[in-house]
């Protein structure tokens, strides 16, 4: 017991500073930007990636395109090892698609090296700054077909540029000095997170909790079904059991959506 400012005998509550301490700290987390809202680990898994071929492949076999090639038919190489399948890593964007995406606050690296782009696809959200990074020990030339905004500028070996999409829409980026790049930029406003399988097709991704559809893009183009799935706040890591499917069962698709 002790004695108010007014002399009267005040009884102490048991716990009460206590249950101060922990009120003060749960407000000073949730004033915290993004301590309210915890990042959920999701887990998942494509299917269907060997069904999509790589249009830039099927460019360079055209006898047409006088492109060189070094694979030559034999009757001992089984004809589904022969195929030039996309490589998932690189070119099979999942994008997690919510209520309205947010440009990340620094730039989303592109890099040029080897004769193609790493990714080839790429699903941003809207406003969100790029940068060609050029790994190459030659100049590349940049540009988005169609004059939408990326114009032939030289990127000088080991230089960057930086660009931002002018808005919503598929940009296919091409170079004036080497063929064989082709990539895709897929601006949707919904975009809130991507991932990139690896080899077996196995991906996981940053969210926070709620409702989101799951869609796969190869070559700048949406593939196969989209993935409705409910991220809850807990626990950190969850598994969704159905698969993202990207290809269709069947025999390849020459192109992406057919």
């Known amino acids: 017991m002790r004695f108010g400012s007014s002399g009267h005998l005040r009884r102490g509550v048991p716990g009460g500073s206590r249950f101060?301490?922990?009120?003060?700290l749960t407000l000073a987390i949730l004033t915290v930007p993004g301590a309210a809202l915890a990042a959920v680990t999701i887990k998942g898994r494509t299917t269907g990636m060997p069904k999509l071929l790589n249009p830039v492949w099927n460019e360079a076999k055209d006898p047409k395109a006088?492109?060189?090639?070094?694979r030559e038919p034999s009757p001992t190489v089984r004809a589904d090892v022969r195929t030039l399948v996309g490589y998932a890593p690189k070119e099979l964007c999942v994008a997690v698609l919510g209520e309205?995406?947010?440009?990340?606050?620094?730039?989303?690296?592109i890099v040029v090296a080897g004769g193609r782009t790493s990714p080839v696809t790429l699903v941003v959200a809207e406003g969100q700054q790029l940068q060609f990074d050029n790994q190459d020990p030659f100049p590349h030339?940049?540009?988005d077909v169609g004059n939408k905004g990326l114009q032939p500028v030289e990127i000088a070996a080991s230089k960057s540029r930086s660009w931002t999409p002018p808005g919503p829409g598929k940009?296919?980026?091409?170079?004036?000095?080497?063929?064989?790049?082709?990539?895709?930029?897929?601006?949707?406003?919904?975009?809130?997170?991507?991932?990139?399988?690896d080899r077996q097709g196995s991906f996981a991704v940053e969210v926070e909790a709620g409702k989101y559809t799951l869609q796969g893009?190869?070559?700048?183009e949406p593939v196969g079904k989209p993935l409705e799935v409910v991220v809850k706040p807990g626990p950190d890591e969850q598994f969704i059991k159905e698969a993202v499917v990207?290809?269709?069962?069947?025999?390849?698709?020459?192109?992406p959506g057919k």
């Not at 309205?100 to 989303?108: Q, S, V, W």
């Not at 980026?173 to 809130?192: F, G, K, M, T």
């Not at 990207?246 to 192109?255: D, K, S, Y």
């Open 20 to 24: 101060v301490r922990r009120l003060a």
């Open 66 to 70: 006088n492109r060189y090639t070094f």
């Open 100 to 109: 309205k995406g947010a440009p990340l606050k620094t730039p989303r690296s």
């Open 141 to 143: 030339k940049l540009y």
């Open 171 to 197: 940009y296919e980026i091409r170079d004036q000095l080497a063929p064989s790049i082709r990539s895709w930029i897929v601006v949707e406003p919904r975009a809130v997170a991507i991932a990139y399988p």
């Open 217 to 220: 893009y190869f070559s700048g």
């Open 246 to 255: 990207v290809g269709e069962a069947g025999g390849p698709n020459a192109e």
